[in-house]
C-alpha cells in the first residue's frame, strides 16, 4: 500500500478517527482496483464490504421500475463507497458502477465491525462517518429523484 486509508485520499471519510484507532484499522486495508464501466454491487445483494475511493469515480444508482437504472450521485476519492454493510439486513441500498478505472482501500465488513466491537471509541468515530455519509447520500438521491421523476414546471401555452 503507497498510503494508508488516513492519508490525503481517505481524509474525508476518516477525518473524525483518532490516530491510535487508525493505527487499527489501516491492516485491515487492501488494495483495489477495477476497471471502466465496472459493476461493483447491485442494490438487494449482500454488503460485506466497503472501500474508500482513492482515485476514479463510481456512479451510484437505483433502479426505477419501468425505467431502469437511475444515477443519484457521482462520487471519487476520498469518498465512502458502500454503508450498508453496517446496519442489518447488510444488503446493498444503491448499485454502484465505475465511471474510470478505480483504485480503492477495499474494508471486510465482519473484520471492522469486530475491530469495533473491541474498540468502542473507534466504533462510535465510524458509525459517525457513515452516518454523515447516509445523510449526504440520502439528501443526493432525493434532490436527483425530483429532477429526474418531480412534477414538471408549467410551460405556457403558445
Known sequence: MTAH???PAGARMLAAVPAEHLAR?????????FPGAA????????A?????????????????????????ETIGPGDLLGWSW???????HLGAE????????EFD???????????????????????ETIGDRLRATRTRLLDLYGPQQSRPTP
Not at 25 to 33: E, G, K, S, V, W
Not at 39 to 46: A, L, Y
Not at 98 to 104: E, G, L, S
Not at 125 to 131: D, E, P, R, S
Open 5 to 7: 486509508p488516513g492519508g
Open 86 to 92: 453496517l446496519c442489518p439486513p447488510r444488503q446493498w
Open 48 to 72: 460485506d464490504r466497503f472501500w474508500i475511493i482513492r482515485s476514479g469515480t463510481v456512479a451510484l444508482d437505483v433502479q426505477v421500475p419501468g425505467r431502469g437504472r437511475a444515477v443519484v
Open 25 to 33: 484499522l489501516t491492516p485491515l486495508a487492501r488494495d483495489a482496483a
Open 98 to 105: 465505475t465511471r474510470d478505472p478505480v483504485r480503492a482501500w
Open 109 to 131: 465488513a465482519a473484520a471492522v465491525r469486530d475491530l469495533c466491537a473491541e474498540h468502542p471509541t473507534l466504533g462510535l468515530a465510524l458509525v459517525t462517518a457513515v452516518a
Open 39 to 46: 459493476r461493483i454491487f447491485e442494490e438487494g445483494q449482500d
